[in-house]
């Protein structure tokens, strides 16, 4: 089945430890500090295979966790960074935030590859903490928690050429014609009911093409699969419009079916088209070859008719697509848009709330991971907590916000009590 849709869970890889070590060498008297820091943990990253076309593979596999970093050891001994955790995706594939909304990949070309989730720098090991006043410094960080979040995956098939048209135009027909792909057909409306990618060859040269199913009139509001399937000729660069030549009206269907491609986005509708009357082997078709032709006159777009269960005309429309790609941009030399730049947010702010009388709540990016990256079992973590807070000015706001000695301050997932000597104690 095709699935042009996922929602996974990213973990990136947490740091690992540092760790307070010092030397211990029988003939160096007062040995300094020695511990290592902890590695950096893996990162999770979306790449694209160009052998996928679908996001069939990510449908029970939805968490993905990286490994941490190694803890820290003695001698300085640095613990080694976590292998990064790649996930393949089919070129196409739009990955999302799901909390924010915001577009975090958008991988078109093989060998692009985006980071979704970072992982945790390694804390400090004790030798990173030696200084003049403090030439053995007993304490370590933990390592630095890896990012998180879960996408939304959104698959938009690329593809050279975008096949359009009615139910039952022949479109499956067409591409089985012109390609090796074999999709379902029978002779009734909606036998596709997923997209289908063929590569056709013409005068040694190469196309993809992509099979959209049937689209009818109020697609663009989702009526049937529109919404589902419209989305797939964005990527497209040239449009086949083929017109089933057994219609009753396929002037008609043709308006029709441009309507909905304006309705959903209009830039859909300005692509280069070919119209194509298809079943030229059938007395309908061709008398109503000489109505389409002028039709198609009147909004300037070239016109064929071909019989795609004879493979009539067939190469000729082949060659005439191909001239119409040459004459496109590349696609990687279509203007990128314009991002929209937001300005970055200070992880150092904070804010301080009384969620009620003597039980207050810090919240911030910066004291946040501090606070995960501090080793309480250390007593000048505690020391070196308190510095932070004075840095970052939370003491200050603190006792401006009218805290009283014994009231308790929560911070992520821990809880101190505030006192006047040390300002916070466990």
């Avoid at 030397?23 to 996928?52: Q, S």
């Avoid at 009753?248 to 909905?260: H, K, L, V, Y």
Wanted: proline share 6%; charged share 25%; with cysteine.
């Amino acid at each position: 089945m095709f699935y042009d849709k996922a929602r996974i869970y990213v973990k990136a890889g947490s740091g690992g430890n540092g760790v307070v070590a010092f030397r211990k060498e029988k003939y160096v008297p007062r040995g300094g500090p020695n511990g290592g820091n902890g590695g950096r943990g893996g990162n999770v990253i979306l790449y694209v295979d160009p052998g996928l076309n679908t996001l069939h593979h990510l449908q029970h596999n939805v968490h993905h966790r990286a490994e941490r970093g190694e803890h820290g050891g003695g001698a300085n001994r640095t613990g080694a960074n976590a292998a990064d955790l790649r996930i393949p995706v089919p070129p196409g594939t739009i990955a999302r935030n799901v909390d924010t909304g915001a577009i975090v990949a958008d991988l078109t070309r093989p060998g692009q590859e985006v980071v979704v989730a970072r992982g945790g720098r390694g804390g400090r090991g004790n030798a990173a903490f030696k200084t003049a006043r403090n030439p053995a410094p007993r304490l370590a960080e933990k390592g630095e928690p890896g990012e998180e979040a879960w996408l939304e995956l959104e698959l938009k098939l690329v593809a050279d050429v975008g096949i359009i048209g009615a139910p039952n135009a022949g479109k499956s027909t067409l591409l089985s014609r012109v390609s090796a792909a074999r999709p379902k057909i029978a002779d009734y409306p909606f036998t596709t009911v997923e997209p289908t990618l063929g590569v056709a060859e013409v005068d040694h040269r190469q196309m993809v093409l992509v099979d959209i199913p049937g689209l009818l009139e109020g697609a663009h509001e989702g009526v049937g699969l529109g919404l589902e399937f419209l989305r797939h000729i964005e990527r497209c660069r040239v449009l086949i419009h083929l017109l089933n030549g057994a219609s009753p009206d396929p002037i008609g269907d043709f308006e029709a079916i441009n309507q909905e491609l304006t309705l959903f986005k209009p830039a859909l509708a300005d692509k280069p088209q070919l119209v194509v009357l298809n079943k030229l082997d059938l007395p309908d078709a061709q008398a109503h070859w000489p109505d389409v032709s002028a039709m198609a006159a009147r909004y300037d777009l070239p016109a064929l008719a071909i019989s795609a269960v004879t493979g009539e005309g067939v190469v000729e429309m082949l060659r005439r697509v191909q001239t119409m790609l040459d004459a496109q941009p590349a696609p990687e030399a279509e203007p990128e848009a314009l991002v929209e730049l937001t300005p970055t947010p200070d992880r150092k702010a904070f804010t301080i709330d009384e969620l009620e009388e003597g039980v207050w709540q810090v919240t911030g990016a910066e004291i946040e991971k501090v606070v995960k990256m501090t080793n309480w079992d250390y007593y000048e973590a505690g020391l070196r907590f308190q510095r932070v807070l004075n840095a970052l000015g939370i003491r200050q706001a603190l006792i401006e916000a009218g805290i009283q000695e014994g009231d308790t301050v929560q911070i992520g997932e821990i809880e101190l009590v505030w006192g006047y000597e040390n300002a916070l104690g466990e």
